[in-house]
């Protein structure tokens, strides 16, 4: 079942996204504040699929601790692409810091770029980070909800990785508390897993941590994360 589960939601979350991709040839020529709207509902649907067609069922908790608009930092694991779609339906006009290279994807990337996420050349050194604060004053000054996982790249449910020191500059340079987030998205859709399996997925918000000093910000986000996962590792 869960081989027959996978294989179906994979095909069809395919097949959306390729037809949703050619659908949005006229938001990108003639209909350019669409772009979020649009890209709510393709992850909407997706994660519509995820949930019915896998067996998934989600559970949220702690969403008091988000802004219900006005700029915001928010610091998330990150275990799988379910990361990368949730937030588009959380946050009132979400903004993910993201890798780069994702503005090169046919259909996808000229749509990211649109939809007013913050694209950064991870490997540009000084110019990133430079880049990634006058984004974040783009973002701020806009009233968007900034995303970024801190990890840099998936992993694996329970792995630890140093955290990025873009958070802590972002943090400070704009004057804005973080709120951290955990999860356990990498149980049910693994990071590069062809299999999706059953189950509750966990997508924990925990209060904002003060703008603080480097160590202290980055140990304030690694705590808040672990204090989530116990909270609902105590809940069954």
């Known amino acids: 079942m869960v081989v027959f589960r996978s294989v179906l939601f994979n095909v069809l979350s395919v097949g959306l996204t390729l037809l949703m991709g050619v659908g949005a040839l006229p938001i990108r020529w003639f209909a350019h504040r669409r772009a979020l709207e649009y890209a709510r509902l393709w992850a909407r649907l997706v994660l519509w699929l995820f949930r019915r067609v896998c067996g998934v069922s989600v559970q949220i908790t702690g969403q008091e601790h988000l802004p219900a608009s006005g700029a915001a930092l928010i610091a998330s694991q990150h275990q799988s692409a379910f990361d990368t779609l949730i937030w588009m339906l959380l946050l009132p006009r ?21 939809t ?4 950064i050349e991870r490997a540009a050194g000084a110019k990133a980070m430079r880049l990634l604060l006058a984004e974040t004053d783009k973002a701020v000054k806009a009233g968007r909800q900034i995303v970024i996982f801190p990890e840099g790249t998936r992993t694996l449910p329970g792995e630890h990785v140093p955290l990025k020191p873009g958070i ?12 951290p987030v955990a999860t356990n998205s990498g149980l049910f ?32 986000i690694e705590s808040g994360w672990r204090d989530l996962e116990k909270d609902w590792a105590r809940q069954g």
């Open 94 to 114: 979400p903004c993910y810091v993201m890798k780069g290279e994702l503005r090169r994807i046919p259909l996808l990337g000229p749509m990211l770029v649109l």
């Open 168 to 179: 802590a500059a972002m943090s400070s340079h704009a004057g804005l508390p973080v709120i």
């Open 189 to 220: 859709w693994g990071r590069n897993a062809f299999l999706k399996r059953s189950g509750v997925l966990h997508v924990a918000i925990g209060p904002a941590i003060g703008v603080a000093r480097r160590p202290e910000l980055l140990a304030g």
């Open 116 to 119: 007013g996420m913050m694209p």
